[in-house]
């Protein structure tokens, strides 16, 4: 328990944190929100100013960070410019669809990663497992962007999946929206893929060179019962620490690969919300990652938790 | 006609062949050269020598985690009832098991009795080693060196072998400790006739434990004495020699 209180704590204090930097960058970055405007002849300066001190822009950074933790409190996540609108609501209409690639993803990595990572563990040195070796060095070396835009290009040229977007025009059904999901989900999954399979397999190879481990497999221990009783749960702390920091790597590329296959998620907002120097949509996304990042690690302490007693003593 | 041995060893020879990496085959290493002895039931035999002299691989052929080149081992007795004690056996215990587990499963593997008696029999096999029943649920990696020494050996004894191999197995403890695991090892010998294949380069400890040493050196047992009388009766210079090292009997 006391372990429990002092996780949510350390979150707690680093959210505070984020806040405050992200704050203050958003704030260094030049230019605002009517930056765009200084340049049409037909609005005044005296119009900007109007208009900046309407909306707060010209009152003391300690301010105008106390009213946005204040929003942030009723929900709100301040006031966008570009919309018009508290921020809040814009988060949650988009959140759901970010959630789904990043959980499809997440779930589909590690469903293929620990087999594969075991397999390869277990036949080390052999040809079958030096061919995946290169496919996933490979597989790493290409950038997430650059497999979007290749598999969107193939689904255009073939026209067997749709290039974009949630739903077909007229359609609005699951398997419409399953299909739309099959080429971000597959790119965000690829690029995982490669990380994960290296630390399954490293992690499990180690468990398998352990004295013990020789010791058991010498003792004429039969393999499966070796691999699954004696060498995977002494395999498992590093990579449940894993699966908190690989939430937040998926984060972000799925953020990048929203924009590009055009997902309803929280990453065109971001993008768009940069580009307009819509301040309080940006806030309001890193807010949210970190929220995310910190809560998938929290959850990933927990499991480590309950699975390691030397953590507990 | 005597009993037949327990143990018998005739002409048992192993050769590594190396391969280079780049192809092709390095000079082949001759781990055993026609090794030969006896083993009698309730006895233990000493094989001690310098490090590389070819103990350890004698003990994996002997264990069948080797297969000789040549040469026969015939053991009177199921495969299962030859027992091999690791050098550390500390370490080859899963760190994660309990003490229970660890005993009882070479049972669960030889598919031997219900949960209930396989956990009866962790208890007496735990007590007869000098373990209390406290130590049942503990995990391994939380017990003392001394107590895994002791559970190392109890795993062994929980499928009622008649044959023990400890290879290098009670090296590197404290003087304290590896007299009381050499009164626990002599303890349980003398209840049920089990035998011991020690192997060691500790000629002390060797002689305080076994009836017969055999000295190796270069794969071949160059001399084979009774433990007792060894100083007066041994003559190759090399057991000389290890005898002019041991601490206590050169005394």
Redesign the interface.
């Known amino acids: 328990m006391r372990y429990l209180a002092r996780r949510l704590l350390h979150g707690a204090f680093l959210l505070v944190g984020v806040s405050v930097l992200s704050f203050l960058f958003s704030d260094l970055a030049p230019g605002d929100y009517y930056s765009e405007l200084q340049s049409d002849p037909r609005v005044s300066a005296a119009t900007l100013a109007a208009l900046r001190t309407q909306n707060g822009l010209d009152r003391p950074l300690p301010v105008r960070y106390a009213t946005w933790l204040k929003s942030i409190g009723r929900g709100d996540f301040g006031y966008s410019l570009a919309y018009q609108g508290p921020v809040g609501p814009l988060l949650a209409q988009r959140i759901p669809g970010t959630l789904l690639l990043t959980g499809l993803a997440t779930a589909l990595g590690w469903l293929l990663s620990v087999p594969l990572g075991i397999w390869s563990a277990a036949r080390r040195r052999s040809w079958p497992e030096a061919s995946l070796k290169v496919i996933l060095s490979v597989l790493l070396s290409i950038p997430e962007l650059l497999m979007a835009i290749a598999l969107l290009a193939l689904a255009v040229q073939t026209g067997c999946l749709p290039a974009g977007g949630l739903h077909s025009p007229g359609r609005a059904d699951a398997l419409d929206a399953l299909r739309h999901l099959v080429i971000p989900v597959t790119v965000l999954t690829l690029g995982l893929l490669p990380i994960l399979v290296r630390h399954v397999r490293s992690a499990v190879s180690e468990a398998l060179d352990a004295?013990?481990?020789?010791?058991?497999a010498?003792?004429?221990?039969?393999w499966r019962?070796l691999l699954f009783r004696?060498v995977l749960?002494?395999a498992m702390n590093p990579l449940i620490s894993l699966f908190g920091l690989s939430l937040g790597s998926l984060l972000s590329a799925s953020l990048l690969v929203e924009v590009l296959t055009g997902w309803p998620g929280l990453g065109p907002l971001f993008l768009d919300a940069i580009f307009a120097r819509d301040y309080a949509v940006v806030l309001g996304v890193v807010m949210i990652s970190t929220a995310f990042l910190i809560g998938g690690n929290m959850v990933a302490d927990l499991l480590l938790y309950r699975a390691d007693?030397r953590i507990r003593g | 006609m005597p009993p037949e041995p327990l143990l018998t060893v005739r002409g048992l020879s192993k050769t590594f062949h190396q391969r280079r990496w780049w192809g092709g085959n390095a000079p082949d290493i001759t781990a055993l050269e026609d090794v030969s002895f006896t083993l009698d039931r309730g006895r233990t035999l000493a094989i001690v020598g310098p490090s590389g002299s070819g103990k350890s691989t004698l003990a994996r052929c002997l264990a069948g985690l080797e297969t000789p080149t040549s040469g026969e081992i015939r053991f009177s007795g199921a495969p299962v009832e030859m027992q091999l004690i690791f050098q550390q056996p500390a370490a080859s215990l899963n760190p994660r098991f309990t003490a229970a587990e660890v005993v009882e499963e070479p049972l669960v593997i030889q598919g031997r009795g219900w949960r209930a008696d396989r956990r009866r029999k962790a208890e007496l096999v735990l007590e007869e080693v000098g373990l209390p029943a406290s130590v049942l649920d503990r995990r391994s990696q939380l017990l003392s060196g001394g107590e895994r020494q002791r559970l190392a050996i109890a795993r062994a004894l929980v499928v009622e072998p008649r044959l023990i191999i400890l290879d290098e197995s009670i090296v590197g403890l404290d003087v304290g400790l590896q007299q009381q695991i050499a009164g626990l090892l002599i303890d349980l010998q003398s209840r049920s006739s089990l035998s011991y294949i020690l192997i060691s380069h500790d000629l002390d400890l060797a002689a305080g434990l076994a009836s017969e040493i055999a000295v190796m050196d270069h794969g071949r047992i160059v001399e084979q004495v009774p433990a007792a009388g060894l100083k007066t009766t041994a003559s190759h210079p090399l057991t000389r020699e290890l005898i002019a090292a041991a601490k206590v009997l050169a005394t």
């Open positions: 004295p013990f481990a020789l010791a058991a010498a003792h004429g221990i039969p019962r004696h749960p002494v007693p």
